[in-house]
């Protein structure tokens, strides 16, 4: 052994590293990128969350538990309250997950505040999403705390409701214990079906990183592209067949996923032909954003390292900022910002009303529409980006 020799693979090894840019920052970059998503996405405060308000009292009492959520609104800004004129408008806002949760005031609330005679408001909520939830209801129970005083007593015979008012105006005389009765829109919805979204995105990520990272700059390596090229073919012919082929791979593993996946969790009424249609269409346009997304990533790549150093940085930074694990609303501000641009977030979403509240069309509506546009604007820059390598 000549100590020389191991010299010289070392220098060639270390030249090597030090001619990749990209992953001498993957090295460095990554556990540290790991350590700051991580660690803010998970148990974060709930903050900013959409709250349906049904009045239907309209009365002294109910102005004063508005108060009271004004003051959450300006104070710890848990959630956002949404006015609605009738609870069925709202409950489809809930159903389709525009809003987190309903606080109704029944018609009689304020009277049956002066009459001591158990004042309810109902707390409806989504319990698909029991972070969230949760986060809300202690925020109305703590308003019932500050509302609720030492009893006071029924409306005697004779006695008015006005003078019961007059009364009620002394320090020793306060409203009615005020209670808060909570519905749950859903059946007990286990975590392994909230996981379940987040599994089936995953899986078409794996494929789209694969397909449109390590095979496409292995197969533009090989100069398989200058083979397509040197046909009739053009650019975007090449692009859109190279995308489409990617995004049909994606939409197998994501279906397989999703049924298997659906069958180990319990989804009810899975085979549904209608959701299936809807669930067809959510991994179709899923899987086209995403093999999109990598094919802009690598269009100009030509070093096979890079996509195999990338890839564990992708996962961190687009699956745990999406919802799939933890609800957005628990971020900070930063890592909401990154869930917006984040095609992950509208594939959880929409798979999450699909599969654990069967909403159909209106609850995805939204997110199949921004995915489709996001692979539009991804396949037009992979097309003006795409160049021939001789």
Known sequence: MKIYRVQAII?????????????????????????????????????????????????????????????????????????????????????????????????????????????????IEDNTDNFTASGILERVQEIQTSLNGPEMPALQPGQSLASN????????????????????????????????????????????????????????????????LATPLSKADLVLGLVSSGALKGLMAGLTITLIGGLIAGIERLWDPVRLVYLVIVLAVTALAMISFMFLLMVRVSDPLVPRAIFGVLNTLLYFPSGAIYPTEGFPVWLRWISVIDPFTYAVHALKNLLLKNTGFEGIYRDVGILFGFAVVLIGGCILLFKRQI
């Open 11 to 123: 220098e060639r090894d270390m030249r090597k590293f030090f001619r990749s840019p990209a992953l001498m920052m993957t090295s460095m970059v990554f556990p540290l990128m790991q350590l700051i998503v991580l660690g803010y996405a998970f148990g974060g405060k709930i903050k900013n969350v959409n709250l349906a308000l049904v009045d239907e009292d309209r009365a002294a009492e109910s102005r004063v538990v508005r108060e009271r959520l004004n003051a959450i609104v300006e104070g710890p800004q848990t959630f956002r309250v949404s006015p609605y004129s009738n609870l069925p408008d709202a409950m489809t806002d809930l159903r389709a997950g525009f809003v987190k949760a309903i606080l109704d005031i029944p018609q009689d609330f304020s009277e049956r505040v002066l009459r001591n005679e158990k004042p309810r408001l109902a707390f």
């Open 165 to 228: 008012m007059t009364t009620m105006l002394s320090p020793e005389r306060l409203p009615g214990k005020i209670e808060i009765q909570t519905v749950e829109v859903y059946p007990y919805i286990e975590y392994i079906k909230y996981l379940l979204a987040g599994s089936i995105s995953i899986s078409i990520f794996v494929v789209a990183m694969i397909g449109g990272g390590i095979v496409f700059i292995d197969d533009k390596a090989r100069g398989l592209h200058e083979g397509y």
